[in-house]
Structures are given as C-alpha cells and as structure tokens.
C-alpha cells in the first residue's frame, strides 16, 4: 500500500504515535537537508521524499 511505503520512508512503522513520526521526520530532514548536503542530488531527492511522506501522514492522521 501506498501508506504503508509512506511510513517507511521515515523508517517507523504505522502504529506509532504522532510524536514519534514527528521524531524521525525531524532527525531524517537534518540528515538529509540539501544545506548540509551541497553536492549531493542524491540528499536533495530524498530530502524532499522525506518531506512529503511527512506532510501525507499528518494530514491522513489529522482527519482520523
């Protein structure tokens, strides 16, 4: 499912609480921040990944 692969992006898995996803996104979006990362196209793309599986589970969780 698509949800599901959005979980694993952020590497927890769908039964976490909101808490603990924001914790993941958090510590991924610092790995991967393209300012941290200059060179890297690779960092950028996942990056933005990242970002967007985020911002999916919070407004699909805002609504539950």
Known sequence: M???N???ILGVDS???TSTIKIAYRRLASKY???KNLDDNKSKKHFIEI???YEQIMEK???E
């Open 51 to 53: 970002k967007d599986a």
């Open 61 to 63: 969780r805002k609504y």
């Open 33 to 35: 921040h393209p300012d």
């Open 15 to 17: 039964d976490v609480d």
């Open 2 to 4: 698509i949800t599901h």
């Open 6 to 8: 959005l979980y694993k």
